[in-house]
């Protein structure tokens, strides 16, 4: 687990370092997914495969043995919270990063104790999302 100081667990990481990653964002405001979307533009490793404004509607999405990061809002439409959501959505892709991207600071503990959750992200710090995401999946940064 990890908070936006970019330290995680160390994984191998040596078979999926240069394949591409799909990129599921579960969020409900179109501004922030806009965001979401634009950031991880900026590596063509990444591929945005879906995005969500609910869990629900994540959790219809076809299971996935396929690496990839998952960016998951806790405050979503519908009745299923970010944090209720994480273990579903990890059964469903278990080689998923997922890194909970909230407003919410108050739920760091939480999600720390979650062990679903890779990574825990504020949103007053979205500039640290893509290196985050580049380092969970083992790709680093862009070749230049």
């Known amino acids: 687990m ?5 330290t995680v667990e160390q994984h191998d ?4 370092a240069t394949s591409a990653k799909v990129l599921v964002v579960i969020e409900d405001d179109p501004d922030v997914q806009f965001l ?16 969500a404004e609910s869990a629900e509607e994540a959790l219809e999405l076809p299971p996935t043995s396929e690496p990839g990061i998952i960016v998951l809002d806790h405050g979503l439409a ?8 994480a273990p579903l959505l990890k ?5 998923a990063k997922i ?7 108050a739920l760091q503990a939480r999600a720390n104790k979650e062990s679903s959750i890779d990574a825990f992200l504020l949103k007053t710090e979205p500039e640290k999302l893509l290196p985050l ?3 969970l999946t083992g790709l680093g940064p862009p070749p230049a």
């Open 2 to 6: 990890t908070s936006g100081d970019l």
């Open 13 to 16: 990481t040596a078979d999926t």
């Open 36 to 51: 979401i979307e634009s950031l991880f533009s900026m590596d063509p490793r990444f591929t945005v495969t879906h995005v």
């Open 78 to 85: 519908g009745p299923l919270p970010g944090l209720a959501a």
């Open 91 to 95: 059964e469903r892709a278990p080689q």
């Open 99 to 105: 890194i909970m991207f909230t407003a919410h600071a």
């Open 133 to 135: 995401a580049q380092q």
